[in-house]
């Protein structure tokens, strides 16, 4: 069985920062693409960062210049820093995770539960 879990989440005031870390864990042989989406109060969830086994990343036109998304191969970890951080960030940000439990065949897809990120003005 695979988890991914969120941390790092919390209440900040704009112009600030915060690093959210997601850890994927269980029977795992690799961890392919990695992704954050977000998700707001009446709103539908979306996009935010995605980064490759390989690391190569794309981010949503809102993240540019301000989140950076990463990872730890080694540790099935993926991060976003996100900076200069503004109110309508606030949102319930989730992990996903393109996981393969064996060596052969695909991957599939894996969330985790969320952690909430709030933007004071």
């Known amino acids: 069985q695979v988890q991914l879990v969120e941390s790092g989440g919390g209440l900040v005031q704009a112009g600030g920062s915060l690093r959210l870390s997601c850890a994927a864990s269980g029977i795992i042989f690799r961890v392919n693409a990695m992704r954050w989406y977000r998700q707001a109060p009446g709103k539908q969830r979306e996009l935010v960062a995605a980064i490759t086994s390989g690391g190569s990343t794309n981010y949503a036109d809102s993240a540019k210049g301000r989140f950076t998304i990463s990872r730890d191969n080694a540790k099935n970890t993926v991060y976003l820093q996100m900076n200069s951080l503004k109110p309508e960030d606030t949102a319930v940000y989730y992990c996903?995770?393109?996981?393969?439990?064996?060596?052969w065949g695909g991957g599939m897809d894996y969330w985790g539960k969320g952690t909430l990120v709030t933007v004071s003005s």
């Open positions: 996903n995770g393109d996981v393969q439990v064996r060596s």
